[in-house]
């Protein structure tokens, strides 16, 4: 639940970045990062088949590579559809990455029909994500795609 005035505050500094490409999505998680019901944010590539972790704020993960259809992520990008979980315990696919975590929105990065990577969050609390969420990280998903770097930047 995002307030609009942080909402604003952390498209603002996003946006008025000059970063590009990874510089980019770090800074985007740090400013996700400061809302207080985000306990994990991280951005995923995909590069073919596979989501492959890239930026990110919180714990460290096992989750480094996703296939596509696995888990909350892979289907997200399996369904090409924005996913909102309000208790991942209730998923039989669910890729548990802490023990703390009990809710998930993962919000798709396009470029066009282009499927670029996704950002993902997880939550400590039951239900710790709605619309506004959504709708923060697809405002912040649009300006990455817009300054998104190939996957040369990696080689």
Do not use: P
């Amino acid at each position: 639940m995002v307030v609009a005035e942080q909402a604003e505050a952390i498209l603002q500094a996003i946006r008025s970045s000059d970063r590009r490409g990874r510089a980019l999505r770090e800074l985007a998680m740090t400013e996700l990062d400061r809302l207080e019901h985000f306990n994990w944010t991280g951005v995923y590539r995909l590069e073919g088949e596979t989501l492959i972790l890239d930026a990110y704020i919180g714990a460290e993960t096992d989750h480094t590579r996703i296939q596509v259809g696995v888990g909350v992520c892979g289907t997200a990008v399996a369904e090409n559809a924005n996913q909102i979980v309000a208790d991942v315990r209730e998923l039989s696919n669910y890729l548990a990455c802490s023990v703390q975590t009990r809710s998930e929105i993962v919000v798709l990065i396009r470029r066009g029909e282009k499927i670029l990577g996704q950002i993902d969050v997880d939550g400590h609390e039951v239900g710790a994500f709605d619309a506004s969420d959504e709708a923060l990280l697809e405002h912040v998903s649009a300006v990455l795609a817009e300054r998104w770097e190939d996957s040369s930047e990696w080689a």
